[in-house]
DNA sequence: CACGAATGGTCTGAGTTCAGACCAATTTAC
DNA sequence: GTAAATTGGTCTGAACTCAGACCATTCGTG
């Protein structure tokens, strides 16, 4: 018997192949780009058949998912040429009373969520920081900074957040990083809606952005993870108080 | 137009919904456990029923997959009490010729997974270093660290490196850091597989791998992070090198 | 030996997903 | 104003996946 060592291996390494069906994915991946600000309120949807390649779907289980999302009310769709799928849903302000629903397994997700982000989201600073950025990604990165700053008070500023995250995940050039940041800025999403957290931080988080920011345009890696550590456990320290 | 600034976005964020077919899946993962030594040669498989409510899979969908495996020569299957499947793949020695049908796709996959792996797995040993071990992980660490050292050249050490780290990932207990490190695994065995890596470097490798178990075990998670990032940079360096 | 338990093997009917062709509405180009 | 292009809307038959019941084989227990 060779690998006996190997006996606690299967035990945590053995998870789900996939999580649910196809539309349902879909409907999920789509809801929380929309809700996350990737699509902001009035700008259209790719078209569906881009769409559809674009998730590996097919056409008639994206439209399902169209369907639901157009039935949730986050998105009206007319036909012709020049028509196509709009966002119509303005960004929620988190409500307290979903904290109530909190499930045990939810929270254990949401604290595994925290120690990931603070993982992956200072690589992805570190990452970004480490490449030679072209002037138009500089420039995203800055504009992309400045509408946190301007952003309305609670719900736009909360998508121009996760706009900023995802920003520099996509500096990152990473496709494995860009996916973890987007997946745990969905699940951050979901607790902010579910534990509204007050104004004083924004301008404690905003300091840190631009700290986050420069060390990127900057080139200086270690700098740039290193201060977004101090975001993520920042932010993390606040909803780790929150949640109980 | 409040949110012209996310146009670059839904660029990078878009992504297939979900890999392939649920069988495809689930061959490619129990193939993989197998081949990185999860599951050691004569070791049996969970059985049928269990296997496919831990894959969230339906028993018929995993028993083609079985069948896939069985096909393939990795494992065999006997009926009745005390029967199952058992893994009969003899762990592979690295091939070059392998390395010359290296797409481009492929290639920029793998180099993307090992600035991923630079991210999540020093993150994961700076997370396992930091949390109270029980005296049965502290062991299971040990163990899978003696492994790598005490295992015949060069496949059986290949599987004994791959349990050595999954095995780190899963003292993290964080769910999202241990998928990220199986799927990185995963791809780095693919690579060795096709860029077989000289004997002399093992030694230098266990010495590192010496150094993260020491800084884990004594409860130091900057250090265990910093070993770790070297013992990636490292690795990374050598396959980048051949991969040229 | 007989029975129960655990395992893989088989079957069925319903729901999901797929690829692709085709229809309908609308705008743009000429 | 007409034609072309682009978009959403609809339909079909095949393939995949599911849940669950039931069968066959083998081992341990009494």
Redesign the pocket.
């Known amino acids: 018997m060779t690998g006996s060592a190997a006996q606690h291996l299967p035990e945590a390494l053995l998870r789900p192949v996939r999580g649910h069906?196809?539309?349902?994915a879909c409907v999920e991946q789509l809801g929380t780009a929309i809700r996350l600000g990737v699509f902001p309120l009035g700008s259209a949807?790719p078209?569906?058949?881009e769409l559809a390649a674009r998730l590996?779907?097919?056409?008639?289980?994206l439209?399902?998912a169209?369907a639901a999302l157009r039935q949730a009310g986050l998105v009206e769709?007319?036909?012709?040429?020049?028509?196509?799928?709009v966002v119509t849903l303005k960004p929620r302000t988190p409500s307290a009373r979903a904290a109530l629903r909190v499930t045990a397994v939810k929270r254990q997700d949401w604290l595994d969520a925290l120690e990931y982000r603070r993982v992956v989201e200072p690589g992805a600073a570190a990452l970004a920081a480490q490449l030679e950025l072209t002037d138009v990604r500089r420039e995203q990165l800055e504009r992309a900074h400045e509408e946190v700053a301007h952003a309305g008070r609670p719900a736009p500023h909360r998508q121009a957040d996760s706009r900023f995250h995802l920003t520099i995940a996509a500096m990152s050039e990473s496709p494995r990083l860009i996916e973890a940041v987007t997946s745990v800025q969905s699940t951050l999403h979901e607790m902010l809606l579910a534990i509204p957290v007050l104004d004083t931080n924004i301008a404690h988080s905003d300091r840190q952005h631009a700290t986050v920011v420069r060390a990127i345009l900057a080139g200086r890696p270690d700098r740039a993870r290193k201060a977004m550590e101090n975001h993520c456990d920042d932010t993390a320290a606040l909803l780790r108080g929150l949640l109980g």
Chains 1, 2 share one sequence.
């Open positions: 069906h196809a539309f349902e949807l078209a569906e058949r590996h779907v097919s056409r008639a289980t439209r399902e169209m769709t007319t036909r012709g040429r020049g028509g196509g799928t």
